[in-house]
Each structure stands twice: as C-alpha cells, then as structure tokens.
C-alpha cells in the first residue's frame, strides 16, 4: 500500500494537500489546535514565536486577496517571515518551469509553500518533488481540493453546533466544478456526520456523486428540510449563461437561498458561505446579514485554523 | 448635537477621518506626539515596540507609492504587522461590495483601515461600519479630504516658522479639485493662523470659497505679497488643457513659483510642495531645491506624524 | 586619481555599484563574511539581528521576481525592514524624476537602496546623489553591471573549486548584451584565476573583448577543451531570431551546452548558470539536473553573499 504523502512515518502531518485519505483523529487534532490559536487572535499582541525565523511563500498562480490575506496574517501572526509571489510577475512567465521555479525557493531556504494553481493536482506534484524539510499547503488546485477552507468549516460547525454525528449538512451550488465542495464532503463524512446533502442543478452534480457517500437534491426546498447547516456555494459569474447554467435570475428563483426557502430547515439552521459571496445570486442578503449566517466567524477561524495547520506541517504546537 | 465620529465618549481620537470638526488642542497633541517620534525616526534602529502585535491594513482604492509608503514605514517602525491591499487586484473585483470587503478584513482581526479611495466620503462610511475596536484612518478620500498631509503640513510649519498665530499662509494652485487644499485650509483657520490666502485662476476656486474663512486671489503676485508660507498644489495633467485650464505653458507663467515672483514674499519665506513636484508646471526647479523650500522636511515629518496619528487611534502614545 | 565612489575613506565598501576598480583583499574579505552567513541560512532561526531598525527599499525598474526576492529574504534575515517598490507604479509614472524619487525615500529615512534599473549607470548616478548614510546596492543595471550576481559566482567556485590561481573558467554565451557577463569577467581577473575564457558567435562578443583579459573563442568545443568551470548565460528569448543570432535550433546545436561537448571539459568541471535557465536553449536538462551541475547551490549562497555584501555596506559584520 502506498503511503500517504501528506504523512511522515510516526503519521503526523508532513504536507496537507487534501483531507482525502486523512483520518477522524488527525482532523480532530487539527479542530483542537486550532482551538488554542483562536484565543491568539484575540488577543491585544496577536503574535505568537513558533515559527520565527522560518521562512514562509505565498506562491499563487491564480489570484486570490481573500486566501492569500489570510494565509498571510497566520504566518505572520506565527512570527515567521512571509514572501508574497504572485506567478504572472514571476520567473515562469520567462519560461521557466514550475519545478525550476520551486526548487529555486527551496535552495533559498523557505521551509513552507503555501500554494494556489489552477491546476489540479499542482500541491500534490510540488509535494513530490520538494526537499525533506520542505512543507507544502495547498490553498486551492483547480476543482480538485481547497483543504484549508474545509477544515474552517468544520471549525465553524463544530464551534457552533457541537458534535459532528447527530447532524445533517446540505451543500447548495455548483458542487461539479467546487474544489471547496470536494474537501468539504471528505471531511464531513470522514468526521462522521449523519447525513451530508448536495443541492444542486443535474448540469451542476459530478457523475457517481453517490460513490462520496453523499444523498443528491435537485430540489432546494426539499433538500432543505430539516438541515442543521446549510453551506452555500459561490457561483462563478463565468459559467452563467453556459450550457451549464440558466440565467442569473432564473438560478437565484430556483437555487438562491431566500429566508422562506431556509424556513423549511432546521429553526436553529447555521449559514455558511466561503466567500465572497455574490448577492441576491447563490444567496438574499437578508440570509447573509442575518442571524443564522456565521458567514463572518467562517473568516476569524480560518486565521486560527491556518496557524494550526501551518505549525503541525513545522511540528511546532500552540500553546 | 450629533458626536463627532472621530472622537471617543472621552474626546479621544477613535478615528482619523478629516480636520474638519476637530479642535485646537486635539490638532496640537497630534503635533506634540509627533516630535517624540520624530526622534525616533533618526535613530539607529528605527522602532519602538508601540504597536506589536497589531495589525494594520493599507487598503488602497487608488495607487499611490508614495503615500502607502509613508504608511507603510510609519507602522513598521511601530513594530505593527502590515498587510498591502491594492482593490483593483482584490476582492471588490469579483463584485464584492467595499461593505463586505470591509467586514471580512475585520474578521481577521485587523485592528486599523489606512483607507484611499476616490469617492469623497469613504472613509466617513467605512469608520461609520466598523467593528468598535478598529480604527480608520483616512490616506485621502476623493476630493474631499487628506488630513494627515495636512497635519504633516502643519507639523512642518511649526516647526520652521513657530507659533501660527503670526502667519500668513498661502495655497496656490487646483483648489476646487484638492482635497489637500481642503484640509489644509481647515488645520490653518483652526490653529489660528493670522490670515489663509488661496491663489488660483477663477475656474479652480471653489463656490463661496470665503466661507471657508479665507481671502481669495486670482493673481499669484498680489497673493504672494507678505506671506510667511507658501504652499505650492500639485497639477494633475489629466485636468491640463481642459475646460478648467489653459496649457502647461500659459498655466506655469501666470501661477508657476519662480524666484523672482517669490521675492514678493517674506524674505523668510518657507515654500512647501505636497509632492510629487512637476518641475516647470507649478513650481520652478530653482525654487523646489533652493534653500527656502521645506518639501522634503515636509516627507520626513510624514513618517512621524503618522506615527503619532496611528499610535493616538490606537490609544498608545509614544514615549 | 579619483576615488572609488563605492569606497569610504577608509577604503571599507561605502557602495556596491560595479566589481570594475574593486581590488581583491575586498573581495576576498566579502567571500569570507559570506561564509559566516552561510551558517545563519542553514539554521533553524535563519535570522541575525544586525540590521533591526533598518529600512531596506527594494527599488526595482525592471521586474524580476527571482532577484528581488533573493535580496528581500537577505534583508528579512538580516532583520531589516524592507520596502518593495515597482517602477511601473510608482511615482515616476506622475513624471517625478528619478531623483525625486530618490530624495523622497531618503527623506523617510531608508537607509538602503537596492536598484535594478534598464539604464547603464544608473546605481552609480544614485549612489552619487544620495546622502551620506545612505547605501546603494546595484541589483543590474542596463548592460553595465550585476556585482552580486558576480560574487555569488566567485563564491561558489571557491567553494566547489577551492583557490581562483589554477582555474580555468569558461564564459558561454551573450557576452554582448550580459551584464552578469562583464561582472564576472572583472571579478575572475581580479581573483587572479589562471584563464578566462568567452565563447559566443562573433555577433555576440563585445568589441576588443581581449582587452578585458580574455581568450575569446568561437566553437564552444574548442573553448571547453579542459576547463575547470563553464558557466553558461541565458539567452535571452527577445533576441531570438534577430540579426545577432540564427534559430533557437541553430544555437543549441552550435552553442547549447549538451553532455557530449562537456566531456571536452576537465572530468571534474562545474557547470554554472545565473538562472533561469533556458531548457534546451542554451543548455540540455541532463547538464542542468546532472552531478556537475551547481546551479540550486549559486541560488543559495546568493543569499548568503547578499547578507554579507548588505551588512559590509552598513558596517555590520557577521558573527
């Protein structure tokens, strides 16, 4: 059998490429360190000396303010010293390959990519291919997996709604072409949920969706009923008006998430959103603003979330 | 009466939006606090520990090196941690709302907005939105207002000319359009100078310019006659050629600063420039580097009166 | 007899603008500080604290990732402040001189400039107009110079090779248009290596090369013919195609650096390479990924021999 890559032999995280094949302990351990991070932020000096003198690169080849922000203020929240490469200025636009390019940044002694590509399986390729002290985050690779944003999500669920198994979660969007959905479903069913959802138009559901252990809803009233969370998806404004997609409008009638449509979910339902959010497209901003939204919490953890990610990968712990 | 949003229930600086409606002895501290730090700023190392911890936003809705740059060393030499948002690569351009782009940053635990933008009222909206603990500072806000240019002005006049109260002040050039004029002419009237002049043709003076408190001139060397300061705007050359002006040439010869228009002033004339300077439109080279200018002073003193405008927003005085 | 402007009255580096004029104890000394930091890199806190409370200004007018962050993360773990400013947005865009900009930052009190600029002579043209505490670090200028870039070279001989004396050093490609070229040519002689050798087609050597100190040849296999090293220049693509050079196709077949010519080589050569490398241009992937290859090693002690040259230049030692 094939060791997983984001392992090191004694099992504890080396990389973290994907929540597939990560098992219930480690996500756990990951919930609860970053329970301990989550007080840092809070705090009047917001820093903490684990990572100092550790060099951290943001190496984004898709652009990304929101992802890149946070990663950003984790590092540097951690005391390591952050480098910020967005690849359209960088070195590959002079024809240089990927692997040049990291191997590049390694022999300069950065411990930790954290990185963004539109290509799946890009974080994977990288994390083959660094040196053994080298750390590799991914922050996103095309449709394939968005992992850090899934286990924020979990952190927010958790924080809110207590433990995983009695509940039943519903994701609403273009869960095809949704990296953050993909992670999402690994991780809600790895922690052992009752029931995860997805809502979304045929064009929309991957084939063999089932295969993930999830149930499928066309219909966003009815798999609405009786939900404890309901994550929202953004929609891309380039796939509408796609062969994928009717119009903007005739999506918000059928699949935007209205407080009458959230009337048939549970009366204590909780309202994720990765962000940014499009109004009045996936979502009302009466849901978004309102009181079941933990749209906002979903972005304060993700800073405790990373800090406790990025110190596992160092094997360094809070506090 | 409504409270002034700058302030705090204790008269205390909360944020930092526009001169208008702050008092004397509130601009007076500022100028106090800055000339702690203005030694700070010549020492061997650079940094007092005031803001440690912190995290500050430089959140930019127009370029401006310059400007972000004053910003950004005056909250490092504060030991903050400092994150750069430039908005045409963020967020807002996948249709996000300042709003929410606002709220999201807050979630992260970013304890002050430094905001430019080019809608006057920006800053007042965003500090009118934000969470109690965070602070806004406003770098410039269309063409309404740029206070802490103008506290730096007026830094740099005390500091070459001592007491206000004997001064006359003369701002020559696009008034109607400067938001720095607009700021200066209130931290002038308010510090109590003996007499504010405005020089500019008709077409760039603003409607009932008086009211403001200020004696008005169409010709540059009747208004220079006497003065104690002259304060030199830039030209923006997108406005040249215009309904609004006459040519670079026409424009430098009737309100470009010479040498020999300026010997109509105080033989101890001080001459101030904003920045950047267009040599040969508004200003003389001869004049810009000769031995009565301050501009450059004017860019130190920056640093520290923004490190006195921050560290005062955040409740930390400096030593 | 002039002074060296890169030289302070005590004949210690004030500058570091150009290796031309530069004498070999200095050089020699700037190797032996390198080695000191070489250490700091390798450690688990890459940091010294020998540049706290300094302000680096990375000043680039021409972009280059891989360069500025060589000397960004030098001066991080020098724990220096540092600024990156583009040219492409900054004030000069306004039509401020370069000067202006210049006198600007000093006034905010940056203590060092890193420059990178198209212009031929500009380092020297800054370092001539900036103020006595302020130093200026040439990062490539035009085709003139690229000092650091020369260094890191020297240093990595020295390291693979041992003593310059023996040494038998080929120089392959644009020597023309190469300002990595010209440096490393004066830093060789001035090392006292045995021979120094250019190989490129006739187009592509300066005019009376030989008077620099040179065996000019134009077959690359009879230049190779029992060298110690080889360094190969990247070719730059724009050049391609012109009336300097034939093909892509032509040029590797003629010039590109390919196991079977290396053989000609001493058995134990050092194959060199500024980066980024061309694949297949001017060098084949089995050379640039093979045993002789020290290509990732230039990459790391680069920012070794940049933390010396930084900190020489301040009148910091390391431990």
Redesign the interface.
Known sequence: MRANPQLDENGKLRHFLTIEGLRRPLLTDILDTAESFAGV???????VPLL????IVNLFFE?S??TR??F??AA??LSA?V?N?QAS???TT????LL?TL????????DMFVVRHCDSGAAHFMAKHVAPHVAVINAGDGSHAHPTQAMLDMFTIRRHKGEFGALRVAIVGDILHSRVARSQIHALTTLGVNEVRIIAPKTLIPAHAEALGVHVYHDLREGLRDVDVVIMLRLQ?ERMGSAFLPGEHEYYRLFGLTEEKLALAKPDVTVMHP?????GVEIDSAVADGPRSVI??Q??Y??AVRMAIMSMAMHQRGE
């Open positions: 932020t809070e705090r009047t000096v917001k820093k100092r003198g550790k060099t652009p303010t929101r922000t946070t950003e203020l540097k929240r010293d480098l490469i200025v960088s070195a002079k024809g240089e390959t040049d191997h590049n940044l390694e022999a300069m002694h950065c404004n962000g940014p959010i499009n109004r906002l919490q972005v304060s993700g800073i």
